[in-house]
DNA sequence: ACCCTCTGTGTGATTTTATAACATTGCGAG
DNA sequence: CTCGCAATGTTATAAAATCACACAGAGGGT
């Protein structure tokens, strides 16, 4: 229920040593066409123009599975031919974030591909300090004693960041 | 019992227009005076070091009492006589940080004078993206939808990142 | 008092992250 | 077709953070 399982049952294709893929093993193929195949069917139905840098950002996130920095993503931009400048990555980048197919992650100063792709929600991440590893998770911004408190100071709470920061279960075991 | 509103009864002294203060009109002298001899205190206890340049970054934000930034900071050291380039600012933050006496506030890329010196706590913050003012709150990382996502994966949450973004109280008449 | 060490301060230089400003392209509505 | 607009691209610059190294000064041990 919570994150990156994605389909099925798990599978151990990946040789066991690739990178940290949100704690969970499991199929990458899978996640990548169904990140990609559900971006296009939302930017169809409201509109949006999934463009062929922006398309090419997601499915760079979506594959590493990981948070990436924006200069890593301009760094294969550019040698795929696309633009070489700051702006191109920045600018895909805040278009699959407004739009939710990405999220910032705040405390690195980097980005993840949204292992919810779809429904809007609130986002919450478990970030591993030592091996960078992001999982998921859904946040319920409104609840909880930060929305008890947001009440009664009348604030109103348009949009959330909730990261915990720790160790993931393979270094939790390591150490 | 949230935040901000410190000793007493609120005390109107200021002209009603001064810097945003964390939704809540206070008294000013009071709230910086508290923190610093509370920081003087958790330093004499553990041993700690409150140096000029240090103890000068937590009054000025103390003062301030919204999130500045770090060359901000840094500017204002440097109009005092105090060294003029950015580690002088980041080691004494980082040092007001470590010990719980500031907190860094993710999404701005800024800092703010923690409200309840003394007690360790997990804070959670209210932004206000029209005027910047900030509020802490309490955060209860093990409760609630993440922690129980935590517990699932075998995630070990060692500090948590709380932001709410959105209207304060003010911004929100004036709107 | 002396030396030693360790922490903190200061500096210049650099890296990393992000935005501003403006020219150009190319698609779609009229 | 052509006008307008969104997206791409570029150069330049700003803002945030860290590195590497020199020096000063507090405090402990002798």
Redesign the pocket.
């Known amino acids: 229920m919570i994150w990156n399982n994605m389909t099925s049952d798990t599978q151990f294709e990946l040789t066991g040593d690739t990178a940290p893929v949100g704690f969970q093993k499991h199929d990458h193929k899978t996640c990548v066409a169904a990140g990609l195949s559900a971006a296009e069917n939302r930017c169809k139905e409201e509109g949006?123009?999934l463009?062929?840098?922006?398309r090419r950002v997601l499915e760079m996130l979506l594959q590493e599975h990981r948070a990436l920095?924006?200069?890593?993503i301009l760094d294969r931009?550019r040698e795929e031919g696309?633009?070489?400048?700051?702006?191109?990555a920045?600018?895909?980048l805040d278009?699959l974030a407004q739009n939710g197919f990405v999220h910032?992650i705040e405390r690195l100063?980097?980005f993840v591909a949204c292992s919810h792709p779809g429904a809007s929600h609130s986002p919450a991440f478990m970030i591993c300090r030592k091996c960078d590893a992001v999982a998921e998770a859904q946040s319920t911004p409104a609840k909880g004693v930060l929305g008890a408190a947001a009440r009664a100071a009348g604030f109103e709470i348009e949009r959330t960041v909730v990261e915990a920061e720790g160790l993931c279960p393979d270094c939790t075991e390591k150490a």
Chains 1, 2 share one sequence.
């Not at 463009?51 to 922006?54: D, K």
């Not at 920095?69 to 890593?72: E, L």
């Not at 696309?82 to 191109?88: H, L, T």
């Open positions: 949006l123009r463009t062929p840098v922006r920095g924006a200069y890593a931009l696309f633009g070489s400048q700051p702006p191109v920045y600018r895909a278009f910032k100063n980097a």
